[in-house]
Nanobody, 119 residues
């Protein structure tokens, strides 16, 4: 069975840090590009950070650049999102997405983990 499971969310004060994990099972995450998305109530889902399959290239939304770091541990079949200097605008449900664009294409989503930042 193919699954992506996010963990590490929670309640943190403004200025604090959290590390989210995205653990894959049933497939080899290292050959997939992986992105973290977030969705706040009443807002569209937005891409926060992306890491390519080789792990050598990352991209970040302007709103998190310099504060968030995406990384991968292929031995653990896991991708992480280290979030520092959190503020209330970062409050959202965070989702992990793994994909291969091609033929065949693959696209998997996790169920999400809630991050709440209090002022």
């Amino acid at each position: 069975q193919v699954t992506l499971v996010e963990s590490g969310g929670g309640l943190v004060q403004s200025g604090g840090s959290l590390r989210l994990s995205c653990a894959a099972s049933g497939f080899t995450l290292s050959v997939y590009a992986v992105s973290w998305y977030r969705q706040a109530p009443g807002k569209a889902r937005e891409s926060v950070a992306t890491i390519n399959a080789a792990g050598g290239s990352t991209n970040y939304a302007d709103s998190v650049k310099g504060r968030f770091t995406i990384s991968r541990d292929n031995a653990k079949n896991t991708v992480y999102l280290q979030m520092n200097s959190l503020n209330t605008d970062d409050t959202a449900k965070y989702f992990c997405n793994a994909r291969i664009i091609g033929s065949p294409a693959y696209n998997y989503w996790g169920q999400g983990t809630q991050v709440t930042v209090s002022s």
